[in-house]
């Protein structure tokens, strides 16, 4: 079955840097774009960055626009978010999804950063 697993969260401070990790199992990972998105406490999950199949084009929403990087290796089925410059509003649940199969979400990752 598809299974996504975020690692990598933790309580960090402001200015620090984290990489977030998804390992991807039951699907074709190398046929498929991947996702990163986040929900901050008490907002709706949103999506923060896209990376094509082949990792050669990516997209970033205006908000983590230069401070975040989302990369991929498909020999170890796994997607990255690289998160630069931690502010307290970064404070989220951090979550991968494939759009296969009728999409697929990962259980999440914490992230908090204290002031």
């Known amino acids: 079955q598809v299974q996504l697993v975020e690692s990598g969260g933790g309580l960090v401070r402001a200015g620090d840097s984290l990489r977030l990790s998804c390992v991807a199992s039951?699907?074709?990972?190398?046929?498929?774009?991947m996702d990163w998105h986040r929900q901050a406490p008490g907002k709706g999950r949103e999506l923060i960055a896209t990376?094509?199949?082949?990792?050669?084009?990516?997209v970033y929403v205006d908000q983590v626009e230069g401070r975040f990087t989302i990369s991929r290796d498909n020999a170890k089925n796994t997607v990255y978010l690289d998160i630069k410059r931690l502010k307290p509003e970064d404070t989220a649940i951090y979550y991968c999804?494939?759009?296969?199969?009728?999409?697929?979400w990962g259980q999440g990752t914490q992230v908090t950063v204290s002031s």
């Open positions: 999804k494939t759009p296969l199969h009728g999409g697929y």
């Open positions: 039951g699907f074709q990972f190398g046929a498929s774009t």
């Open positions: 990376i094509t199949p082949s990792g050669g084009s990516v």
